[in-house]
């Protein structure tokens, strides 16, 4: 029985370390779209919102 807790725990480091790369690797690749996503969005939503003063 512990053999295969010991799998399990192994799997699941696996798929945790292949999530954190696809993760990492999609930042890389498109991390400067987002951001000019988001940015160009809080231009867009800074022209409707009222000012306070």
Do not use: D, H
């Not at 809080?42 to 919102?49: G, S």
Request: hydrophobic share 45%; no cysteine; glycine share 10%.
């Amino acid at each position: 029985m512990k053999a295969r807790k010991g799998i399990s725990y192994l799997e699941y480091a696996l798929l945790a370390a292949l999530v954190g790369i696809v993760g990492a690797v999609g930042v890389m690749k498109y991390g400067n779209a987002i951001s000019e996503f988001f940015s160009s969005l809080a231009n867009k939503t800074t022209e409707v919102t009222p000012k306070t003063k």
